[in-house]
């Protein structure tokens, strides 16, 4: 197979002279050039096939102990003006980093071959869906994007009737963390990752293309590309609504995206469209429309248990590639927090020993297609995207934030998402509780300068008077003693249902000058230990501390110079004039 595009095929045999392969192979996507792909993989001990009984068509990939997570550090954005990448990410000079990039590139398929990957983000036949094509040296690459994109013969045909596409240039080279760069070139519509194997800097359709490139692209286009999960809320009489929610990481996104509604709420049902990005749209009514760029999960395995997030544990349980997870004696995958088995192995393939560390690595994976989640929407390939009722930023804050709170208006609500912060846990590297700010949860994958995002996002106020409304959630708040004060987990529904009764205009709020709180009795806790004293610490606003909190978010927000949008600066500086009034 290869292409009646001249550009694509262009570009291919120009990346084949510098790479040097030793064959290429264009991908179809088909079942049978998986099996062939997965059995040569098998045989060179790239995978491991796991316990067939309990885990049919899983396997086990364990990668260089040097290349176990993203490098945002070797992660660069490459625009011909500095500003215009940012101060939220490194630069380098297009001609320099191509020319960096590309002299260790030269010849580094010799001995292998490069497989050529057409992909679509998005659904095949969908207006808001974008096109690329991956060029790799591995095969590890290649299986895990057949599960995360729409890829092979279909997306190489509408390639071809577009004409535009991503190029994504890929090579593990020699693993060598000294010899290791993941490269955007937004003004191209271009990538290349050098020196790695991990999904994050290798599976380029993911965060490279879909956030970051995608993010620089929907600026110019006029839509959102953003780092977000997409749930459907089905009440007892049927209707749904739908939800994007962006949160950092350690906040509860993945949960939340496959949740699964609590014995109290019988006839809810709720429906999983993406657990990480989202691509908004407005069409031609001013609605604002989501698809999930994405076909897969490229989850976080430790702590996924059937009380965590019992979907997501059972979905992995067949036709899974799972990375640097343990194993047990019986051969089935393990990992921290599985609560069942005994771990036998470790991730770096030895006897495990309890000294040497865990035993899965606490970034370890897995892969798999999101039809395996039972609570798949089939509205995940609807070509138009789902109408969302309402965008919801969340964080980790163990005094400061209420567990909900409702923007005043899309601009507010653009604060409130360029606010967003969590403070960090023990699982970060560094000191415990400080304030890490992550607007909008896109800190490692904006493709391009914050402040032109948030002017971005500022804009869609001038198009549109049926924007969703947008709220802000906090699921981690503590008492005196460390302990939480809302149960999380599935009786957050009971949150969602009054974030959507105040979309469908059925509750009031009480104004704060942060935004509009719920009414203590407008969140249902029957059956909850959750007492009223408990509610309205939950539902409480310290004008002290949020006056803190504002003049934080100025100086931030400050850091971003001239180009910052006055509007944004202007909300943030009425929010703590009104915080100086209550006061």
Same mark, same amino acid.
């Given at each position: ?13 120009? &990346? ?35 316990? %067939? ?17 993203? &490098? ?19 630069? /380098?000079?297009?001609?320099?980093? +191509? ?48 599960? /995360? ?16 596409? &991503? ?10 963390? #000294?010899?290791? =760069? ?6 191209? @519509? ?25 993010? =620089? ?6 839509? @959102? ?24 990481? $350690?906040?509860?996104?993945?949960? @939340? $995206? ?16 993406? %657990? ?35 979907? $997501? ?5 067949? %036709? ?20 069942? *088995? ?6 770096? *393939?030895?006897?495990? %020993? ?31 995207? !789902?109408?969302?009722?309402?965008? !919801? ?10 567990? !909900?709170?409702?923007?005043? #208006?899309?601009?507010?609500? &653009? ?19 400080? !304030? ?19 002017? +971005? ?74 007492? $009223? #004293? ?16 504002? +003049? ?15 509007? @944004? ?15």
């Amino acid at each position: 197979m290869t292409t009646t595009l001249s550009t694509l095929q262009e570009w291919v045999d120009s &990346v084949a002279q510098l790479t040097q392969p030793d064959q290429i192979h264009w991908c179809d996507g088909s079942q049978a050039e998986n099996d062939r792909l997965v059995s040569e993989m098998c045989a060179d001990g790239i995978l491991s096939p796991l316990n %067939d009984e309990d885990f049919p068509d899983c396997y086990l990939h364990l990668s260089d102990p040097s290349d176990v997570a993203r &490098v945002e550090h070797l992660t660069f954005v490459c625009t011909s003006a500095q500003d215009d990448a940012g101060p939220n990410n490194h630069w /380098m000079e297009p001609a320099d980093a +191509h020319e960096k990039i590309d002299a260790l590139f030269a010849g580094a398929m010799q001995g292998r071959t490069m497989y050529v990957i057409p992909y679509c983000m998005g659904p095949i036949d969908s207006p808001y869906a974008r096109l690329g094509v991956e060029i790799t040296d591995s095969a590890y690459v290649v299986a895990n994007m057949r599960l /995360m994109t729409r890829m092979g013969t279909n997306a190489l045909q509408r390639i071809e009737t577009e004409g535009t596409f &991503v190029k994504g240039l890929h090579s593990t080279g020699d693993l060598d963390p #000294d010899r290791r =760069f993941i490269m955007h070139f937004p003004e191209e @519509l271009a990538i290349k990752s050098f020196g790695s194997g991990y999904g994050g800097n290798a599976l380029l359709g993911k965060k490279c293309h879909a956030l970051r490139i995608a993010s =620089f692209q929907a600026r110019a286009e006029g839509w @959102l590309a953003e780092h977000m999960l997409i749930v459907g809320i089905e009440n007892p009489a049927g209707e749904t609504n739908y939800v994007a929610c962006a949160f950092p990481s $350690a906040c509860g996104k993945t949960n @939340l $995206a496959m949740l699964i509604p609590p014995e109290s709420h019988s006839g809810w049902k709720v429906w999983t469209l993406g %657990d990480d990005i989202a691509w908004l749209h407005l069409d031609s009514e001013g609605q604002l429309r989501a698809i999930n760029p994405e076909a897969g999960y490229f989850g976080v395995v430790p702590g996924t248990n059937e009380k965590t997030n019992k979907n $997501a544990y059972d979905m992995i349980h067949r %036709d899974t590639i799972f990375t640097n997870v343990a194993t047990t004696a019986n051969n089935q995958p393990w990992w921290e927090d599985k609560k069942d *088995g005994e771990p036998s192995i470790d991730w770096r *393939g030895n006897k495990y %020993d309890a000294e040497n560390g865990p035993a899965a690595h606490p970034n370890s994976r897995f892969t798999v297609s999101a039809t395996n989640n039972a609570s798949y929407s089939s509205l995940a390939e609807a070509p138009e995207g !789902v109408p969302i009722s309402a965008l !919801v930023f969340g964080g980790r804050r163990k005094e400061l934030a209420p567990l !909900v709170y409702e923007a005043k #208006d899309w601009k507010h609500g &653009v604060l409130v998402g360029a606010g967003v912060a969590s403070e960090t846990t023990a699982a970060n590297v560094g000191e415990v509780g400080v !304030v890490r700010r992550d607007p909008m949860a896109m800190k490692p994958f904006c493709g391009y300068n914050f402040a032109d995002y948030w002017s +971005h996002w500022l804009s869609f106020a001038e198009r549109s008077d049926k924007l969703p409304r947008i709220f802000h959630v906090n699921w981690f708040r503590q008492d005196d003693s460390g302990k939480f004060l809302w149960p999380g987990f599935g009786e957050n529904l009971r949150v969602i249902r009054w974030i959507i009764d105040r979309c469908e205009g059925r509750v009031d709020a009480r104004s704060t000058p942060i935004g509009y709180l719920p009414n203590a009795s407008d969140i249902d806790t029957s059956g909850l230990d959750v007492s $009223a #004293d408990i509610m309205d610490a939950l539902l409480s606003v310290n004008l002290e501390a949020w006056r803190d909190e504002m +003049h934080s978010v100025g100086e931030y927000l400050d850091s971003y110079g001239e180009r910052l949008p006055a509007a @944004l600066k202007k909300e943030q500086e009425t929010v703590l004039e009104d915080l100086e009034k209550a006061s």
